[in-house]
C-alpha cells in the first residue's frame, strides 16, 4: 500500500542542524497531509510539524522558529530541516501521511519506522 522511509537521522552537538526526509512509495491515489511526529523515551509520540498537499503548515511550539516542513508533490517526499537543536529535540522522529489508497476519497494514515535523532548538549 503505502510505504514512508525516514532518513537524515543522526548525531549532532547543540546549536547544529539536522535535515529530515521522508518518501512515500507504493499504490496510492493522493497523500494528503503529512507530518512529523516525534517519541523520547517514557514519553508520548507527539506531533512536531505537519504540512497539507497545498503547503499549509502547523509547528508545535518548540518547533517554531526553528524547524521548518517541506514537501515536494513531485517525489511524494516531505522534509524536516531542524536548526538550533537542543538536547530536548533528542528523540525517534516518525514520519506521517494520510492517504488514499483503495479510492480516491477515504484516507488512511500511515507511519514510517522512525529515524533517531540524539543532540548532545
Known amino acids: 500500500q503505502v510505504q514512508l522511509v525516514e532518513s537524515g537521522g543522526g548525531s549532532v552537538q547543540a546549536g547544529g542542524s539536522l535535515r529530515l526526509s521522508c518518501a512515500a512509495s507504493?499504490?496510492?491515489?493522493?497523500?494528503?497531509?503529512m507530518g512529523w511526529y516525534r517519541q523520547a523515551p517514557g514519553k508520548q509520540r507527539d506531533l512536531v510539524a505537519s504540512i497539507t498537499s497545498g503547503g499549509t503548515t502547523n509547528y508545535q511550539d518548540s518547533a517554531k522558529g526553528r524547524f521548518a516542513i517541506s514537501r515536494d508533490n513531485t517525489k511524494n517526499t516531505i522534509y524536516l530541516q531542524m536548526n538550533s537543536l537542543k538536547f530536548e529535540d533528542s528523540a525517534v522522529y516518525y514520519c506521517?501521511?494520510?492517504?488514499?489508497?483503495?479510492?480516491?476519497?477515504?484516507?488512511?494514515?500511515?507511519w514510517g519506522q522512525g529515524t533517531q535523532v540524539t543532540v548532545s548538549s
Open positions: 507504493g499504490s496510492f491515489f493522493r497523500l494528503n497531509t
Open positions: 506521517n501521511a494520510d492517504a488514499a489508497v483503495f479510492g480516491p476519497y477515504t484516507y488512511y494514515e500511515y
